[in-house]
């Protein structure tokens, strides 16, 4: 069964860090453009970061540049965003998938995981 979870999610406050892992199952996550993407309350979903699954870039959106880093770890056929200097608007649900095509901006999905809260809160 082709199965992305995501997890690591929780409160911080303002200015801490979290990482979130997205593990894959059934599948080879190497050989696949993985992206995380986030949706607030009321507002539409946006990529976040996004890692290449051929040349090793990885991508960012502009309000997570700096602070945010996407990366893999093969063996554990596993994905992680790491999350440092948060801000309250940085509060969502983060989801990953798998993403086909172009990398980014990510438009083509095709698996996705059930999403991790993220809430940023003194």
């Known amino acids: 069964q082709v199965q992305l979870v995501e997890s690591g999610g929780g409160l911080v406050q303002p200015g801490g860090s979290l990482r979130l892992s997205c593990a894959a199952s059934?599948?080879?996550?190497?050989?696949?453009?993985i992206c995380w993407f986030r949706q607030a309350p009321g507002k539409e979903r946006e990529g976040v970061s996004c890692?290449?699954?051929?040349?090793?870039?990885?991508y960012y959106a502009d309000s997570v540049k700096g602070r945010f880093t996407i990366s893999r770890e093969n063996v554990k056929n596993t994905v992680y965003l790491q999350m440092s200097s948060l801000k309250p608007e940085d509060t969502a649900v983060y989801y990953c998938?798998?993403?086909?095509?172009?990398?980014?901006?990510?438009?083509?999905?095709?698996?996705w995981g059930q999403g991790t809260q993220v809430t940023v809160s003194s």
């Open positions: 998938a798998t993403v086909y095509g172009r990398v980014w901006p990510p438009t083509n999905f095709e698996t």
């Open positions: 890692a290449s699954k051929s040349d090793g870039r990885t």
């Open positions: 059934g599948f080879t996550s190497a050989y696949y453009h």
